[in-house]
């Protein structure tokens, strides 16, 4: 079946660090999701992208729909003490309304 | 927010019991889901529905059924649960297309 592997799983940064990850799935994606999750909470959206090669911002937070259609990636500039969570990419089963989810990068910020 | 209210937010109950958990959106979308969350496993769906009445099983729907009698409720229910079934629980909406998902602050359920 269709997976989508986040890297890194994990990763601690300095604080004012710029951070990367990506997501990568053996399949084509015609929507790519990134939501981050805070401790006791919801995932929340924070960018979506609908177009190959799109590149799309909110605040310090850069998305980019990789041109292959099989990979996504986030950038964070400048990270905050409060980037701190676990953030995961998803996107929809071809031909469903059914969305699969990554495992998840969860980053911790240090001061 | 996405209008959407999971209750209850926290259950401890016991092997064997029947629990129901309840998803309520004020936004009216058609599409409704849940899914549990699991270390190790990030987000798996149990089933989602289409449409009033109309529903789907998802990868990990064995133990669970669902039942959506209006738009705005969409309940999931463990007939007799399981220890295995302990994990957080998450309801997410979306409208047509590929209108993202938005998602509910959670219930955690604890099978002893």
């Known amino acids: 079946g269709q997976q989508l592997n986040q890297s890194p799983q994990s990763m601690f940064i300095q604080e004012g660090e710029d951070v990367s990850m990506n997501c990568t799935s053996s399949s084509i994606f015609n929507t790519w999701l990134w939501y981050k999750q805070d401790p006791g909470e919801g995932p929340v959206l924070l960018i979506a992208l609908y177009k190959a090669g799109e590149l799309t911002s909110n605040g310090r937070l850069t998305a980019q729909f990789g041109i292959t259609r099989k990979d996504s990636f986030l950038n964070i500039s400048a990270s905050i003490p409060s980037d701190v969570g676990i953030y995961f990419c998803a996107g929809p089963l071809s031909g469903t309304y059914k969305y699969i ?7 911790k910020v240090l001061a | 927010d996405a209008g959407i209210t999971q209750s ?105």
């Open chain 2, 8 to 112: 209850p937010r926290h259950k401890v109950t016991e092997t064997g019991t029947p629990v129901t958990l309840r998803c309520h959106q004020t936004e009216n979308h058609r599409y409704m889901y849940w899914y549990r969350q699991d270390p190790g496993h990030g987000l798996r769906l149990i089933h989602y529905s289409y449409g009033v009445k109309d529903t789907d099983k998802g990868e990990v729907s064995d133990g669970y059924s669902v039942s959506r009698s209006k738009t705005e409720d969409f309940l999931l229910t463990l007939e007799s649960a399981t220890s295995s079934q302990t994990s957080v629980y998450f309801c997410a909406i979306s409208g047509p297309g590929n209108q993202p998902q938005h998602f509910g602050d959670g219930t955690r359920l604890s099978i002893l």
């Open chain 1, 101 to 107: 989810f990554g495992t998840g990068t969860r980053l």
